[in-house]
């Protein structure tokens, strides 16, 4: 078993910096003004009339992945859209409890989201609250995870099984990343406490099935080779690109 150090969890959550920017959280008032908390994404409805640029961040966020990456069918754009946001929540859950001991509470009604901005700039986190590190399946799967798949589902032609791959392939990322990063700067006590966390929570239902636990790749597709130009992810479960 490794021993989790428990470190203060500073008010800027400056330590995830040098990560990489997936594992960035700002914290604070964003500069731009106020942004909906990711609990407002999660429950907004797709026939709201509010005319606020984002009265549905879902459907905002899912049409300019979709004009970004050119996708030929929506599915396609619900994929990538999903899996960037599985990979940031992942990272800045995991590189805080794997550096800090503790991760800070991400509770989506305290976590804004902003659907037109990218990593590091697209999360703000408006009060650092510490939870034990043991927390993160809740405060990730549980959630996030969870009501992400539910409100995609809910209005997409996309499977569970497609979703939860995307989350077991981004939180194997966030695994990888951090231990180049732990190997790069003499902190291996870093890789082994993410390593040991991801273990648990690959162990969970949703995702124990998603990786194949001896070479990890996916169980399922992300859909990304049906891109014009796109390829085979690193970690796909195809070894050529299917015929359409």
């Known amino acids: 078993m490794v021993l989790l150090l428990f470190v203060d969890l500073d008010p800027q959550l400056a330590a995830l910096g040098p990560l990489?920017?997936?594992?960035?959280?700002?914290?604070?008032?964003?500069?731009?003004?106020?942004?909906?908390?990711?609990?407002?994404?999660?429950?907004?409805?797709?026939?709201d009339t509010h005319k606020e640029v984002y009265a549905d961040p879902?459907?905002?966020?899912?049409?300019?992945?979709?004009?970004?990456?050119?996708?030929?069918?929506?599915?396609?754009?619900?994929?990538?859209?999903?899996?960037?946001?599985?990979?940031?929540?992942?990272?800045?859950?995991?590189?805080?409890?794997?550096?800090?001991?503790?991760?800070?509470?991400?509770?989506?009604?305290?976590?804004?989201?902003?659907?037109?901005?990218?990593?590091?700039?697209?999360?703000?986190?408006?009060?650092?609250?510490?939870l034990p590190a043991t927390a993160i399946g809740e405060v990730v799967r549980a959630g996030h995870l969870a009501p992400l798949a539910a409100v995609l589902r809910s209005r997409y032609r996309i499977s569970a099984g497609l979703l939860w791959g995307n989350a077991g392939s981004a939180l194997a990322g966030a695994v990888r990343q951090l231990d180049r990063?732990?190997?790069?700067?003499?902190?291996?006590?870093?890789?082994?406490r993410a390593r040991t966390l991801a273990a648990d929570l690959f162990a969970h239902p949703d995702l124990s099935n998603t990786l194949d636990p001896t070479t990890l790749r996916r169980r399922s597709c992300c859909l990304y080779y049906r891109l014009p130009g796109g390829g085979l992810c690193g970690d796909c479960c195809f070894t050529r690109p299917p015929e359409h």
């Open 181 to 192: 990063w732990a190997q790069a700067n003499g902190r291996t006590e870093v890789g082994d």
């Open 58 to 130: 879902i459907t905002f966020r899912i049409h300019k992945v979709t004009q970004s990456i050119h996708a030929p069918e929506p599915r396609i754009a619900v994929s990538v859209a999903h899996q960037a946001l599985a990979a940031r929540l992942w990272s800045v859950a995991l590189g805080a409890a794997a550096l800090y001991g503790r991760l800070p509470d991400l509770d989506p009604r305290l976590l804004h989201w902003d659907p037109d901005g990218s990593a590091p700039d697209d999360l703000w986190l408006s009060e650092v609250r510490p």
């Open 20 to 47: 990489g920017g997936f594992f960035v959280l700002r914290t604070g008032v964003p500069p731009r003004g106020p942004l909906p908390t990711l609990a407002q994404a999660y429950t907004a409805s797709r026939f």
